[in-house]
């Protein structure tokens, strides 16, 4: 959006630029001329062109005759209006481009002010744009806050829902619908600044999934006390993905969740059962998901206890967390199962 408006301004500017430029030339040119018998020279000229076209006419550097008084009338008329034009247009654009983003980031506030469920990511540092790429693949509603306009302009292009802001301020979380948001991911570029977000949100949300990137070891119980769920440190989690791709690299392939695959990739999904779902008070036997949607239960997380591998003859409950290995279609038909379906289905 940026580089369009660039180019529409340089497009409106073009003509009146090529004028200016063409000005200057006729006017260096025709002082030379006037004035060379007099032992004038080309930086005589020019300084006689500048002051002509932006009226500050200090004096004349030679005598001029009528003709050449014609002259400077005629090149002040063109120098005058070409660099009138010049300025206007682009203050034009300034004052347009303040304008529209006033209007934009009202508008922006108005939809977001209508979402629920989604993520806020506070900070949009290079963490932060990969942290937005993946959620805009998984096609999951998200907010970016963050202070930069740059930034600000870089998430229009991309369509994403943006809030231009410090994080770590209660008005810009409440603008970024925070009392209403599901989760919060917080990666700024350094630890205290992520510790004063974190201290916001949760002072705004007691229930809000708060999870931190820590730059220092150091930093993870800090950013615990201070209110975060978890603590990512991406230098080891990088580490560890390197390690295990010289040592596990057909296991790596295996679990590596990227939707960009396509729909046949493999990776595993949480699935949380919910008040009112179809899975609740159904064992796994009874809900035979791998015959029906190819699904292949790995875990099952109640009370923060990972039960692996889960009983078929467990029945679950709200609040429990399945750990589903399929592909995005066979998540598909997962999410399409209905009560009724099931004891339609269900095995004898």
């Not at 005598?63 to 014609?70: C, D, N, Q, T, V």
């Not at 997380?301 to 467990?314: E, G, L, T």
């Amino acid at each position: 959006m940026q580089a369009t408006t660039r180019a529409y301004l340089l497009r409106r500017l073009s003509i009146p630029i090529f004028l200016l430029i063409a000005v200057v030339v006729l006017g260096v040119t025709g002082y030379y001329l006037m004035w060379r018998d007099q032992g004038g020279t080309l930086s005589d000229a020019l300084y006689m062109t500048f002051i002509t076209i932006s009226t500050i006419g200090y004096g004349e550097v030679y005598s001029l005759g009528h003709a050449e008084r014609l002259f400077t009338m005629g090149l002040s008329v063109l120098g005058i209006g070409s660099l009138s034009y010049v300025i206007g247009t682009t203050m034009e654009h300034v004052v347009a481009r303040q304008v529209s983003d006033v209007r934009g980031r009202r508008k922006m506030r108005e939809s977001i002010s209508t979402m629920s469920k989604h993520i806020i990511v506070a900070g949009l540092g290079q963490m932060g744009k990969q942290v937005a790429r993946e959620l805009h693949e998984q096609g999951q509603a998200f907010v970016i806050v963050d202070l930069d306009e740059h930034n600000e302009d870089y998430a229009k292009a991309q369509g994403y829902f943006y809030v231009l802001g410090d994080a770590s301020e209660e008005e810009t979380l409440e603008a970024a619908g925070v009392m209403r948001a599901r989760g919060l991911i917080a990666t700024a570029d350094n630890d205290a600044s992520n510790a004063f977000i974190i201290m916001t949100a949760r002072s705004l949300s007691r229930d809000l999934s708060i999870v931190v990137r820590a730059e220092s070891d150091t930093a993870h119980k800090k950013l615990l006390r201070a209110g975060a769920d978890q603590v990512i440190n991406p230098y080891v989690i990088g580490s560890r993905r390197i390690v295990n791709q010289v040592l596990r690299p057909a296991l790596v392939s295996l679990m590596e969740m990227n939707p960009s695959n396509g729909d046949d990739a493999l990776r595993i999904e949480e699935l949380e059962v919910r008040a009112g779902s179809s899975l609740a008070a159904y064992t796994l036997r009874h809900l035979n998901l791998r015959n029906r949607c190819g699904v292949n239960v790995v875990a099952v997380i109640r009370a923060s206890k990972i039960i692996s591998p889960p009983d078929p003859d467990m029945h679950l409950a709200v609040n429990d967390h399945l750990l589903v290995l399929g592909t995005q279609t066979q998540f598909q038909k997962l999410e399409q199962i209905k009560v009724t379906d099931v004891e339609q289905q269900a095995m004898p």
